[in-house]
């Protein structure tokens, strides 16, 4: 059974930082495209950061510049390092597992889900 467990979120101030991490287990996801997306109360779920199975990074633009997304093919994991948080950047934050290549910035495009952490940025 493949599961996607996601750590590290929390309670910080704006400007402050978050690492959250997202451990694979149940198969190998080095041939796999990872992201993380986040679903804000009464908003849809949207994109924040994807990477490829040969460590090419996408971004939205509302994060780019203060987050990275990385990955450890050997621990089957991927992080996401926060920076600069925002009030706005709270969410439940979810990471996602699609198979080899597809539209990365699409939810519907993943096969795998993990059950989100969530992030709360206080003013």
């Known amino acids: 059974q493949v599961q996607l467990v996601e750590t590290g979120g929390g309670l910080v101030q704006a400007g402050g930082s978050l690492r959250l991490s997202c451990a694979a287990a149940g198969r190998t996801f080095s041939s796999y495209a990872l992201g993380w997306f986040r679903q804000a109360p009464g908003k849809e779920r949207e994109f924040v950061a994807a990477i490829l199975w040969n460590d090419l990074t996408y971004y939205a633009g509302s994060v780019k510049g203060r987050f990275t997304i990385s990955r450890d093919t050997a621990k089957n994991t991927v992080y996401l390092q926060m920076n600069s948080l925002r009030p706005e950047d709270t969410a439940v934050y979810y990471c996602?597992?699609?198979?080899?290549?597809?539209?990365?910035?699409?939810?519907?495009?993943?096969?795998?889900w993990g059950q989100g952490t969530q992030v709360t940025v206080s003013s």
């Open positions: 996602a597992a699609l198979p080899g290549s597809g539209v990365v910035t699409t939810a519907a495009a993943y096969e795998y």
